[in-house]
């Protein structure tokens, strides 16, 4: 059985979330921000506990492979954390990868 996969790209614009009392914002990468993640992705749990080096984490941060978009999860303007999208795994959108940054959790 052949599943059909949308005609478009996946793309997301810079989104704005209601939360009571913050602003949270979901948007590609800004400058600088890839490595900031990936410093600290090779430093939290579950990836500091494999042999994954930030260089490593770095190309998933900047993955656009298969149409893999990364985003910034920004809280109130700061880098809180990492959303990584697949758009056509198996049957539509996958998150590859959600990551909230330490001082954020």
Request: glycine content about 6%; cysteine-free.
């Given at each position: 059985m052949?599943?059909?996969h949308?005609?478009?790209?996946?793309?997301?614009?810079?989104?704005q979330?209601a939360?009571p009392?913050?602003t949270v914002?979901l948007?590609?990468?800004g400058?600088g921000?890839?490595e900031?993640?990936?410093?600290?992705?090779?430093?939290?749990e579950?990836?500091?506990?494999?042999p994954?080096?930030?260089?490593?984490l770095g190309?998933?941060?900047?993955r656009?492979?298969?149409?893999?978009r990364?985003?910034?999860l920004?809280?109130?303007?700061?880098l809180?954390?990492?959303?990584l999208?697949?758009?056509t795994?198996?049957r539509?959108?996958?998150?590859?990868?959600?990551?909230?940054?330490p001082g954020?959790?």
């Open positions: 052949s599943v059909p949308p005609a478009e790209p996946f793309a997301l614009q810079p989104h979330l939360v009392g913050a914002v948007a590609p990468l400058p921000e890839a900031i993640i990936s410093a600290a992705l090779a430093a939290m579950p990836w500091s506990v494999y994954l080096t930030a260089a490593a190309q998933l941060a900047t656009t492979d298969d149409g893999a990364p985003f910034a920004r809280l109130d303007g700061a809180a954390g990492f959303l999208v697949r758009p795994f198996l539509g959108p996958y998150v590859q990868i959600l990551a909230v940054l954020h959790q």
